[in-house]
Every structure is written in C-alpha cells, then in structure tokens.
C-alpha cells in the first residue's frame, strides 16, 4: 500500500448536518486522519423521501467524495445507509461503511436480553434493514421499531427539552415503553442531541444506542485491517499531527452556523460549496462505472 | 393568437404537495382550462434552504412545465416566489406568476386598518419580499412578520388539530396577536391547512388570507388579458368540457397518497415521476436562453 494512498483523507457524507455527530466520534477516533464532509443541505431530509431518490442521492454524494480522493466513505445518513449501501458497495472504487451494521452490533452488545427498540425516520424504519440486522443476531428477541417524523425538525428548531419536543416524545416512544426495551438504538443523527429528552421518557435503565461511536470503531478497525491508516514519513516515530476537518455543502441553508454548531461541537470554518451540476456529474460518472 | 396556443395546459410548480391547494383553487376558477402540476418532493422543503439553491431549483421546476409546452407558470410555492420569480421573468418564454403578488393585494382589499401579519417559512419570510409588498400598499400599516418552520412537518404528519400544533401555534403566533393584527397573510401553501388552528389562537375577528384564490383569480386575469383563454373550435357557443390536471413528481414520498390527498381535496391518479436528470437538463436549457 503506497503511502500516499494512506495520506488521502476519510470521506463522510450525510443528508444535511447532522452526520457531524458522526464527524466529530470519527475525529475523535482517529484524530491524525484528515476528514471531509459532505452534507447535502440543498435536498435534505432524505428520510421522508422514497428509495429510488435516496439511493440517486446517495450516489452523487458519495461521487462527490471519490472525485475529492478519499480512501474510505463513510455513509453517516441512516436512510442512505438503509437504501444504498448495497448499491454504493458495487459502484465504489473505495471501501464503503454504513451506520445501521456498527449500530446493530453496539445494540446486541449492549442489549440485556429484553426487548431492543429502534427509531428513525419513515424511510429507515420502512426499510426494515435495522430489524432485518437485529434478527439475524438476535432471533429470539422481541423488536419494537418506530418512526420519529418530528423529532428532525424539532432539533434543527433547537427544541432540546423544549414542551414540545417532550410531548412528541411522549407520543413517539409510549409504544417502545409499553414493550419493555431495555435497549433502544437512536437510528438518525439528529437523535443523540434529544438523548435527554428521550431517557426522561424511557427511564434511566434503557439504554440508548448512539452508532456514531460504533461507526468510529468500525471506520478504524477497517483502515487498519486494509493498511490505509494515516503514516506520515516511513513509521509511527513520526511526530503527531491532527488531521485537518474540510466541509461541503450543497447549500448554505438559514441557521447553518447554527445548526452546525450544535451537532459538531464547535464553529464549523472554511465550507465549500458543491453545484448541483457538480453532484450530477460526480454521480452520473459513478453509475458508469457499474 | 393561434387556438393551438389557447389549447396549451396551465403549469403549476411547487416544492411539493403543498401546492396543490393553488391547483384546486385554480381547478375551481378555471374549469375548462387543462392543468400540469409538477411538485419537486425529492427536494422539498425549499423554505429552509438559501436563495441560490431556491433559484436553482425554481428555474429547473419551471423548465420543466415549459418543455411541456405550457401557456403560463404559475409559482405555488410562496419561497420560490419570493427567491425566484424576477429570474424566472427574465427566462421564461411565456408568462409567470408568483404567489406574493396576489396574497398582498389580498390583504389589502381585507385589511380594516391595523397592523397586518404575516407568517410562512424561514426563506420566505427572511427575503422581506411580502413586506416590501405590503409596505409599498400600506405604507402607515404596521407589519409583523414571523417565521413558523414546524407548520409544514406538523401539516405533513397529519397534526391539524393536534395538541401539539396548538402548542407550536400559540408559540408562533403570541407576537401577532399581541400586536393586535386584523389580517394575517397565510405565506405558505401548507397553512390554509390550519385555518382552524391559527384562528383559535388570533380569534375570529382576524382575517386569515390564504392566497391560493387571489392567484387563480389572477390567472384569471392575465389569461384573459394576454388572449390565452381556452377555446375549443370558434368561438364560446361550443360546448365545455372539464379540463384534466395532470401530476408530476420528482419522487414518490412515503405517505404521499395520503398527503396529497389532504391537499388536493380528493385521490391523485395518473403520477408520473421526473428524473433529476431530465430537471437538470430543462434548468440548464432554460439558463442558456437568459
């Protein structure tokens, strides 16, 4: 493996901005790897839409990355992951890494024995890849799965434990109480920043499956059994570096400094901007290589 | 004016379903004249998201009502009229018409004298445009304007009449009914949905202006005034006949049966889905000819 393929950058992309949950678990992870973002700003939600959409979608996102040179996508949207990972698998020139496997895999880890409950978005929920997954590893086990359609909107509102989010959480997650889960995986990353509010409705026992860690572990273990993580000169005598974090976006929506604050952790600087042209192009060469 | 001219259909654009409360307006205004929807839902919602890109998509939407050959576009949804409507002026090759126009007139005429309001997405109500519009007619009148981004998921779910819109409608509309406004523009598709709502909270004496008939009556007007009436054979002694409505999707959203239906007022047959490369190829032929 040639050191310059090592030096290229992880590529992540989302539907909008709240993959930089999973941007921020991945730096945390692997703070030598230099890291691009992808979100899709322009034609987020993705979870409300159907199959054909997102998996089109997908694919332009994930062009737009391998026309940037990363050695590694990361697919961060739970509804991408649900519709195209299998696609983006065969058209792909990179390895490729969905979020619903390592949340899967974190869930029977975690999991007691009772019930697992999932949530998401229309989209995730009704591709039944989360339950399909569970099953398989857990097949005596009870899952209880249900769509959030609010919970997005209310968190790019900024409502973390606001009344309103309180009562849509009643109503969302009453079922999943009702059936007893003793672990429940947050499948959308908008979902950690309502942790709070979603643990006051469950109780303290549940827990809450975060897959943008597990993600992180995965993304890791990956480069490593491949031979692409980051060596700077010829060995790890090297001196550290931190990786440098690049950002696109295919819109700069209202609130974005906002908004993107919120599920980084920090400012978000230096943000590209990627064309619709530029999008099409990125997937129309993707399909034609499949 | 050639009768084949007069024949063409009437496009209506919008970032999704929410328009199609302007088709039925229209449908009811104009009975005999044939009607093209196309909903851009692989992209909604546009009120969240920048000008640039509401330009961008607005100006593929409408080329692809003019690849159709319609006689006039009529801009639905209230952010693309407010971002786009003077770009899509100077595109197009035949008449437009934007929502913002008509809904200020509207106020106007229903206006007794105090201070009028006005309520849609981020965009459209950031652009300023339904202001200006007001401030130029009214100058004396004071103008509150506020942003309401959970109407449109809280209408798409289903929620009119739930505790948690009343909740969200209480919130938004406290500064307006403080203000004490006798008219409140209705500046997005989705909210004639919540008439109810919106009325509990600012009390019955308040007019609420939804300007889905202002425009077909504008319609109207600019077809008659441009001699492009529908006309069968010569003259008005042939006997009429219903006109069709057609619908264009870029995606097929889950719950899009049941949603649509709450807008258009009755089941949407005959769908046909538009490929984001066909949209991209009628936004780039249209910008060829600016």
Same mark, same amino acid.
């Given at each position: 493996?040639?050191?310059?393929?090592?030096?290229?950058?992880?590529?992540?992309?989302?539907?909008?901005?709240?993959?930089?949950?999973?941007?921020?678990?991945?730096?945390?992870?692997?703070?030598?790897?230099?890291?691009?973002?992808?979100?899709?700003?322009?034609?987020?939600?993705?979870?409300?839409?159907?199959?054909?959409?997102?998996? &089109?979608? &997908?694919? +332009?996102? &994930?062009?737009?990355?391998?026309? !940037?040179?990363?050695?590694?996508?990361?697919?961060? $949207?739970?509804?991408?992951?649900?519709?195209?990972?299998?696609?983006? +698998?065969?058209?792909?020139?990179?390895?490729?890494?969905?979020?619903?496997?390592?949340?899967?895999?974190?869930?029977?880890?975690?999991?007691?024995?009772?019930?697992?409950?999932?949530?998401?978005?229309?989209?995730?929920?009704?591709?039944?890849?989360? +339950?399909?997954? @569970?099953?398989?590893?857990?097949?005596?086990?009870?899952?209880?799965?249900?769509?959030?359609?609010?919970?997005?909107?209310?968190?790019?509102?900024?409502?973390?434990?606001?009344? #309103?989010?309180?009562?849509?959480?009643?109503?969302? @997650?009453?079922?999943?109480?009702?059936?007893?889960?003793?672990?429940?995986? !947050?499948? $959308?990353?908008?979902?950690? #920043?309502?942790?709070?509010?979603?643990?006051?409705?469950?109780?303290?026992?549940?827990?809450?499956?975060?897959?943008?860690?597990? !993600?992180?572990?995965?993304?890791?273990? @990956?480069?490593? &059994?491949?031979?692409?993580?980051?060596?700077?000169?010829?060995?790890?005598?090297?001196?550290?570096?931190?990786?440098? !974090? $690049?950002? @696109? #976006?295919?819109?700069?929506?209202?609130?974005?400094?906002?908004?993107?604050?919120?599920?980084?952790?920090?400012?978000?600087?230096?943000?590209?901007?990627?064309?619709?042209?530029?999008?099409?192009?990125?997937?129309?060469? #993707?399909?034609?290589?499949?």
């Amino acid at each position: 493996m040639s050191d310059d393929l090592r030096r290229r950058p992880v590529g992540v992309f989302d539907s909008g901005l709240g993959g930089l949950t999973v941007l921020r678990a991945l730096h945390e992870r692997l703070p030598g790897e230099d890291l691009v973002y992808f979100g899709d700003t322009a034609r987020v939600p993705y979870g409300t839409k159907g199959e054909k959409t997102v998996r &089109a979608f &997908a694919r +332009q996102d &994930a062009g737009v990355l391998v026309e !940037l040179g990363v050695k590694l996508v990361v697919v961060a $949207c739970n509804t991408a992951s649900a519709f195209a990972l299998d696609h983006l +698998q065969e058209v792909l020139p990179v390895p490729v890494l969905g979020v619903i496997g390592p949340g899967v895999g974190e869930a029977v880890r975690v999991s007691r024995g009772g019930p697992v409950g999932v949530i998401g978005t229309s989209g995730t929920i009704r591709s039944g890849r989360y +339950q399909e997954g @569970l099953r398989r590893l857990l097949p005596d086990t009870p899952i209880v799965a249900r769509e959030c359609p609010l919970f997005v909107p209310l968190v790019e509102e900024g409502l973390m434990g606001h009344a #309103l989010t309180a009562m849509a959480a009643d109503g969302y @997650l009453a079922p999943l109480r009702a059936a007893g889960v003793d672990t429940l995986i !947050l499948g $959308c990353t908008h979902y950690p #920043l309502l942790k709070d509010d979603i643990a006051r409705v469950m109780g303290p026992e549940v827990a809450l499956v975060d897959s943008a860690e597990a !993600l992180a572990a995965a993304a890791d273990e @990956l480069l490593g &059994a491949r031979g692409l993580r980051r060596r700077d000169g010829t060995g790890p005598s090297v001196p550290e570096r931190e990786g440098d !974090l $690049c950002f @696109l #976006l295919s819109d700069i929506p209202w609130k974005f400094a906002e908004i993107g604050a919120r599920f980084l952790g920090r400012p978000i600087a230096d943000v590209r901007t990627v064309g619709l042209d530029e999008m099409e192009e990125a997937g129309r060469r #993707l399909a034609e290589r499949a």
